[in-house]
């Protein structure tokens, strides 16, 4: 199970509003391993060749990408990219061109270039399975990525 904020899921949105042109975005979700769950920590942003209907990042441009990794214990998590409009499936060249191919890898297709600012369960979240990349139905994804509150205040002001 992949643990993820709402602060970083939040500021994913929030990366996804630029550039303000009509392309597919993509980011990575890296973190560490703590025992059977994946504590996700970092956003990171490729330098990727953004297209209207695709995008796609170069061998270094990924290289560049996981350079963190070793130094502080990291993994990649998950992929996250944008789709024009709102279909969440992932099309052929989204399964040919995945950072990953192994088994458990979770990609996470964000509707509408994230304009509408989609709870995780509007998302479609993809798993690598032996067969090929699977969509997720939604009582499934609270088995992959549980998403809990990065955030709480509890203060009273002038009380």
């Known amino acids: 199970m992949i643990i993820l904020t709402e602060l970083i899921w939040d500021s994913l949105l929030n990366e996804f509003q630029w550039p303000r ?8 979700i890296d973190g560490v391993q703590c025992g059977d769950s994946q504590i996700a920590t970092t956003l990171t942003f490729p330098n990727a060749a953004m297209q209207p209907a695709y995008f796609t990042v170069s061998a270094a441009a990924m290289s ?5 990794f070793r130094r502080f214990g990291m993994e990649r998590l998950i992929q996250a990219h944008t789709h024009p409009g709102p279909l969440v499936e ?9 950072y990953s191919q192994l088994d458990g890898s979770v990609s996470i297709v964000i509707p509408n270039h994230a304009r509408h600012r989609p709870d995780l369960t509007d998302c479609g979240i ?3 399975e032996p067969e090929g990349w ?3 139905c939604a009582k499934e ?5 549980r998403l ?4 709480l205040d509890f203060r009273r002001f002038g009380a």
């Open 21 to 28: 042109t009509r392309v597919e975005r993509v980011a990575y």
């Open 64 to 68: 560049e990408a996981g350079k963190h």
């Open 90 to 98: 992932h099309s052929p060249f989204d399964d040919e061109n995945a």
């Open 126 to 128: 993809h798993i690598r």
């Open 134 to 136: 699977r969509l997720l």
């Open 141 to 145: 994804i609270e088995r992959y990525i």
């Open 148 to 151: 809990i509150p990065g955030c």
